[in-house]
């Protein structure tokens, strides 16, 4: 037996739940839809539980901003990033607010949208494995909940969105298909009534030598954490969180990371960068979502990515007459394939060049990270540019390339003009270590409180120009190296 529909959607995700209910508004004669899913119930996830502003306007677009409502949904004014006991605010520009939540509420509203949309049916089944006929994907065999006999479900058009451990990126991407690679795991817990930096805004803390940690409120009770851990990771996370990590964090979060992590496991979640790839290579099927595409989590763009998709998706298809013509499809896929780039290309690119910078692997992004906080500093423009293309509001990897290559050249004229810490003689040490600690400026003393050093900010002197010549030449290769590469994933088309 099988069953016959216009459009079958694998995996009732952000992008398949969405996209389903955006097909089912078409102006086009109505279509039937499948969504399969292999699990209806409320998925638990440690990542996607933050919507920038740019994702809730297409939200807003898709008519499914009610699946903000009833799941205590909170506001988001912007970030507020730490660095050794600093802090900086960066807001989100002109007022524009994004939402944080319990990923699975999310997806459970986005699902019931579907689930009450013209010509959609929600099943609850398992893909086994897609139908071919004459070099031709037709639809796919699963199995629905419950019983042993696998289904046949046709389909005109086939588009799978299982998500970033998807079981069929490779077959229907071939040798077009881009490799994808693992950097670090987000390591996640849940603290109750944590009290942040800054009420309604993501605190990102750079963690000097160890990756960043993200914290935002998710409810009224709740902040997720997510520690960034490089690999291989450590046999005992909790004692990695609580002794190398959490000493960098506000003290108002050290009690409640201690419950939270005596309280329950913590959770990990690979941080992977797949590029996106042209979809040619097989007829009447398609990939989209991060089974297609994913960025470093750490900008938390990546359901605004697969939303502006979903969009720009559902807008062509609309457009088409008949799904079987694969050339009218060909040409839908090449307009997709440019029209998503503003957006996509550039929360992409920043995702992983952030990262990097606020990963801090080495002398040089150390570097680049103390003049990108010192950036933030300066405000106005310094802040204003870089949150609006963090948070989709400024789709232009042009003004990406601007800031990303400002933030370089003013970390190479910071080593020259502004205080750097020296390590200090160790004589009387313990006579100094209660002065003035974590003072700034031209030679104050500051207390390094993991190891006891004690440090000075002094200015370079003419002494060590050579030096720190040789550096910033280094400094600017590693932006080079850093942007060059992620720019040419998304500019390549073949």
């Known amino acids: 037996m099988s069953l016959q529909y216009d459009v079958l959607i694998v995996g009732a995700g952000i992008a398949g739940s969405a996209l389903a209910h955006a097909l089912s508004q078409s102006s086009a004669p109505q279509r039937r839809i499948a969504l399969l899913e292999r699990s209806l119930a409320e998925p638990d996830r440690i990542v996607g539980e933050l919507l920038q502003p740019a994702g809730v306007a297409f939200l807003d677009k898709l008519g499914l901003q009610g699946a903000l409502e009833g799941i205590d949904a909170i506001p988001v004014h ?39 949309a013209k010509g959609v049916d929600v099943i609850e089944a398992t893909v086994n494995e897609l139908v071919e006929e004459e070099g031709r994907v037709v639809g796919v065999k699963a199995t629905r909940s419950g019983c042993k006999e696998k289904e046949v479900f046709r389909a005109d058009l086939t588009i799978i969105a299982d998500g970033c451990f998807s079981n069929f990126r490779s077959t229907v991407q071939g040798p077009s298909a881009r490799p994808s690679s693992t950097k670090s795991h987000f390591c996640g817990a849940i603290l109750k009534d944590a009290r942040l930096p800054m009420s309604q805004h993501g605190t990102v803390a750079l963690v000097r030598g160890h990756g960043p940690v993200l914290l935002y409120q998710i409810s009224e009770h709740d902040t997720r954490i997510l520690v960034d851990v490089k690999g291989p990771l450590p046999s005992d996370l909790k004692k990695h969180i609580i002794t190398e990590v959490m000493p960098s964090l506000p003290n108002q979060l050290h ?6 992590l005596s309280a329950d496991r913590v959770r990990r979640m690979p941080n992977s960068f797949l590029p996106p790839a042209p979809q040619t290579h097989k007829r009447g099927v398609i990939l989209l979502g991060d089974a297609w595409n ?29 799904l079987l013509d694969w050339s009218q499809m060909k040409g839908i896929l090449d307009k997709w394939w440019w029209e998503r780039k503003g957006l996509a290309a550039t929360i992409n690119i920043m995702s992983v060049a952030l990262y990097d910078v606020f990963g801090a692997d080495g002398e040089c992004l150390t570097v680049f990270q103390d003049g990108c906080f010192k950036y933030f500093e300066r ?57 003035t600690p974590n003072m700034t400026g031209n030679g104050e003393v500051h207390t390094d409180e993991k190891n006891s050093d004690m440090h000075v900010m002094q200015i370079p002197s003419i002494l060590d120009y050579p030096r720190l010549f040789w550096l910033s030449c280094r400094v600017l290769w590693t932006a080079i190296a850093i942007f060059g590469p992620l720019l040419w994933t998304e500019i390549r088309w073949w």
């Open 294 to 322: 994913m960025r470093h989590p750490l900008t938390g763009g990546g359901m605004t990515v697969a939303l502006s998709d979903v969009y720009i998706l559902s807008q062509h298809l609309d457009k088409i007459n008949d």
């Open 78 to 116: 912007g970030y507020a990033v730490v660095q050794d006991g600093r802090i900086v605010h960066i807001p989100y520009p002109d007022g524009r607010e994004g939402r944080s939540f319990h990923h699975g509420l999310f997806v459970q509203g986005l699902r019931e949208h579907a689930k009450r």
């Open 379 to 435: 405000g106005g423009e310094s802040v204003r540019g870089p949150v609006s293309l963090l948070s989709g509001i400024a789709p232009s990897t042009s003004l990406l390339a601007y800031h990303f290559f400002y933030v370089a050249l003013y970390s190479i004229w910071s080593l020259f003009a502004h205080p750097r810490r020296m390590r200090a003689p160790r004589a009387n040490s313990k006579s100094h270590v209660n002065d």
């Open 255 to 260: 009690e409640p990371i201690r419950a939270a």
